[in-house]
């Protein structure tokens, strides 16, 4: 089964700072992938950032990075630049791996890691 | 387009009663699926559908009956709801090919079960 942990429950930064959420993952399986969401307080689930078991290059996407350590299966994201705007919950997530068919599409969460900007 | 739509926003329920969260989306994925959020827990699956006419059970379906008549609805139904239902449910869709790259979710439907 899969297995998404994020050890930090609430991070602080201040502002115009980079900001690193940690990830680390559970998979036995070596095709799979790994997003990044935030929901702000008005509680809706925002895409930020998905990175391929395959894919060579860190994904980026604007100030967020992933920083994809395969071997240590962590996949921590990094806020650069922290804005006001960033203070929400952020979820790490990965995709199960494909079904018979080759599709795949559920997801497993973390359980989150609340970001606090500072001005 | 609208992307994932839920309604209701907001719904508050007596034990035992029964109702349906309605999600639509409009960007004809093939995969639909029900999570809740609870405190704490992150978001848990409880119901997904590949496709018109095919559904499965996530981690936690106990409880919910989902059905899939078309490629655009997939409703979560409570037959009997208990108060260990109070949660926030998030529908979600994808094209679900291999490699898709995003879940669209729903804005979430803020359920509580007295």
């Known amino acids: 089964a899969q297995k998404i942990t994020q050890t930090q429950p609430g991070m602080f930064v201040q502002e115009k700072e980079a900001v690193t959420l940690d990830c680390t993952y559970d998979?036995?399986?070596?095709?799979?992938?790994l997003f990044w969401y935030k929901q702000p307080s008005s509680g809706e689930m925002i895409f930020l950032i998905y990175?391929?078991?395959?894919?060579?290059q860190n994904a980026t996407e604007g100030r967020y990075s992933l920083n994809f350590q395969k071997a240590r299966k962590s996949a921590n994201l990094v806020i650069s630049a922290s804005q006001l705007g960033d203070s929400a919950m952020y979820f790490c997530?990965?995709?199960?791996?494909?079904?018979?068919?080759?599709?795949?599409?559920?997801?497993?969460f973390g359980k989150g890691t609340l970001l606090t900007v500072n001005p | 387009n609208a992307g994932v739509t839920q309604t209701p926003k907001f719904q508050v329920l007596k034990t035992g009663q029964s109702m349906t969260l309605q999600c639509a989306q409009d960007?004809?994925?093939?995969?639909m699926s029900w999570y809740r959020q609870d405190p704490g827990m992150g978001l848990r699956l409880i119901h997904y559908?590949?496709?018109?006419?095919?559904?499965d059970q996530g981690e936690v379906p106990n409880g919910y009956n989902v059905s899939r008549s078309t490629t655009e609805d997939f409703p979560l139904r409570l037959l009997s709801a208990a108060p260990s239902q109070t949660s926030v449910y998030f529908c979600?869709?994808?094209?679900?090919?291999?490699?898709?790259?995003?879940?669209?979710f729903g804005p979430g439907t803020r359920l509580t079960v007295t």
């Open positions: 979600a869709s994808s094209y679900g090919g291999p490699g898709s790259r995003e879940q669209y």
């Open positions: 998979t036995s399986d070596q095709s799979y992938g």
């Open positions: 990175q391929g078991s395959y894919d060579e």
């Open positions: 997530a990965m995709r199960d791996p494909p079904n018979s068919g080759g599709s795949n599409y559920k997801l497993t």
């Open positions: 960007m004809n994925h093939e995969y």
């Open positions: 559908s590949v496709g018109a006419g095919i559904t």
